[in-house]
């Protein structure tokens, strides 16, 4: 029997099946995504920015597992990326404004609570027609429609764009493919004689 070692690794970058599955499931014109694939890219969009920027992190710093919960949320560990990198992330302008309705919008999602929405009294003549638009909804659910989800995305990949585009200026980012939602990479290496 042949003796070998083999060694394999392979770059996993979380954040691009994370793009992935969110371009997924958002259907191609005419068609709009219903509520349902609204709420699921928007809690997606959330999570693609947070796995980029442990992925970007991560690149900065070896010891980025260890410290990035003690940096705090996505927006701490955002600008303490953007200080490794020597630049600034404004938060009052596109795309990275976004960011605040998309985390909002994910923390209604993963803190749901079960309300009672009441719309205030309304006092008329006449026939009464009522439409959807007379029922009440929560903020969440006001977000949760077509434009604003394609919004959302078109930002968060705007955002990634930007960080990469900065990550590539950076040393330690030597391995990065300068598209950052290029396909990830394998080896394999194997070592010893094999006889046939």
Same mark, same amino acid.
């Given at each position: 029997?042949?003796?070998?070692?083999?060694?394999?690794?392979? #770059? %996993? /970058?979380?954040?691009?099946?994370?793009?992935?599955?969110?371009?997924?499931?958002?259907?191609?014109?005419? !068609? $709009? &995504?219903?509520?349902?694939?609204?709420?699921?890219?928007?809690?997606?969009?959330?999570?693609?920015?947070?796995?980029?920027?442990?992925?970007?992190?991560?690149?900065?710093?070896?010891?980025?597992?260890?410290?990035?919960?003690?940096?705090?949320?996505?927006?701490?560990?955002?600008?303490?990326?953007?200080?490794?990198?020597?630049?600034?992330?404004?938060?009052?302008?596109?795309?990275?404004? #976004? %960011? /605040?309705?998309?985390?909002?919008?994910?923390?209604?999602?993963?803190?749901?609570?079960?309300?009672?929405? !009441? $719309? &205030?009294?309304?006092?008329?003549?006449?026939?009464?027609?009522?439409?959807?638009?007379?029922?009440?909804?929560?903020?969440?659910?006001?977000?949760?429609?077509?434009?604003?989800?394609?919004?959302?995305?078109?930002?968060?990949?705007?955002?990634?764009?930007?960080?990469?585009?900065?990550?590539?200026?950076?040393?330690?980012?030597?391995?990065?493919?300068?598209?950052?939602?290029?396909?990830?990479?394998?080896?394999?290496?194997?070592?010893?004689?094999?006889?046939?």
């Amino acid at each position: 029997m042949p003796e070998f070692t083999r060694t394999t690794s392979r #770059l %996993l /970058r979380t954040y691009i099946d994370i793009e992935g599955a969110m371009k997924a499931i958002m259907p191609t014109a005419p !068609t $709009e &995504p219903d509520r349902h694939r609204c709420l699921t890219i928007g809690v997606l969009a959330s999570f693609l920015v947070e796995a980029y920027a442990n992925h970007a992190g991560a690149v900065l710093d070896q010891n980025w597992n260890s410290i990035e919960r003690k940096i705090g949320n996505t927006f701490n560990k955002l600008d303490h990326i953007a200080s490794k990198l020597n630049t600034k992330i404004d938060w009052d302008r596109p795309p990275f404004q #976004l %960011l /605040r309705d998309i985390f909002a919008f994910r923390d209604s999602i993963a803190h749901g609570k079960t309300l009672t929405l !009441t $719309e &205030p009294e309304r006092i008329g003549t006449g026939v009464v027609a009522l439409s959807a638009a007379d029922v009440p909804r929560a903020d969440w659910e006001r977000r949760c429609e077509p434009t604003t989800v394609r919004q959302w995305i078109e930002a968060v990949e705007e955002m990634i764009r930007y960080l990469h585009t900065e990550l590539l200026r950076d040393p330690r980012a030597v391995n990065e493919h300068p598209d950052p939602f290029a396909a990830g990479t394998a080896s394999v290496t194997v070592r010893g004689t094999i006889r046939f």
